[in-house]
């Protein structure tokens, strides 16, 4: 909890006790469901919890907006965002049920009333939403797609909606197809850790 209150120092009682439940709960999921890297749990924190909060440095969602988290596994980066925007509605979606069952058990003993599950297949998702997240899921090309019609036409935010993602490496062939419209924020611009060197939000409107 320490790194992640050295960025965001703002957070309330209530939101630091819903990610120290995190924190608690998915070592424990980890060591019955493969959800984080097994070499990788140890880095909770600062490789998962703070990455996912990656986005709130590149947009503040306005209350009642609508977040498709696609691909969510464990709850990444849906479950961190909802504890930090309590009043906007996540929705989780991810074709693995036990992953699913992972992020909604740390939902539930977070106490988090703004997350929504489906367990499934994109395709079969409904409704309309202002942004879907995702984190290292598929290419850019590969999520338009699938995303398009769910994106609604009106708009509440300081950004039009579209695909916020977080990604890292290098992404110049999978961006060049939306190379007039996407737009690329360096997670190292934000955080000190080696981990953000080459991590990025990478933000397409729709």
């Not at 880095?43 to 709130?56: A, C, F, I, R, W």
């Not at 980066?77 to 996540?90: H, Q, R």
């Not at 419209?181 to 080696?194: A, G, S, T």
Request: glycine residues 6%.
């Amino acid at each position: 909890m320490r790194t992640i209150l050295k960025y965001f120092p703002s957070l309330t009682a209530l939101q630091q006790q819903q990610l120290a439940v995190a924190e608690r709960l998915y070592p424990e999921w980890n060591a019955k469901i493969n959800v984080i890297s097994r070499k990788d749990i140890d880095n909770l924190e600062v490789n998962h919890l703070l990455h996912s909060l990656g986005l709130v440095k590149f947009v503040k969602f306005t209350p009642g907006t609508r977040v498709l988290d696609l691909g969510t596994g464990g709850g990444f980066p849906g479950i961190p965002l909802a504890i930090y925007f309590p009043e906007v509605s996540f929705h989780l979606v991810d074709r693995v049920g036990k992953k699913l069952k992972v992020a909604r058990d740390i939902a539930e003993q977070a106490g988090l009333s703004n997350v929504t599950f489906q367990h499934g297949d994109v395709k079969e998702v409904k409704g309309q939403y202002d942004f879907v997240t995702s984190r290292a899921v598929m290419d850019l090309s590969q999520i338009v797609p699938l995303v398009k019609r769910l994106i609604a036409k009106e708009q509440h935010n300081a950004i039009p909606n579209g695909i916020l993602c977080l990604k890292g490496g290098d992404l110049t062939q999978e961006v060049r197809p939306f190379r007039n419209e996407v737009l690329i924020d360096e997670l190292k611009n934000y955080f000190d850790e080696p981990y953000f060197k080459t991590k990025k939000v990478v933000y397409l409107p729709l």
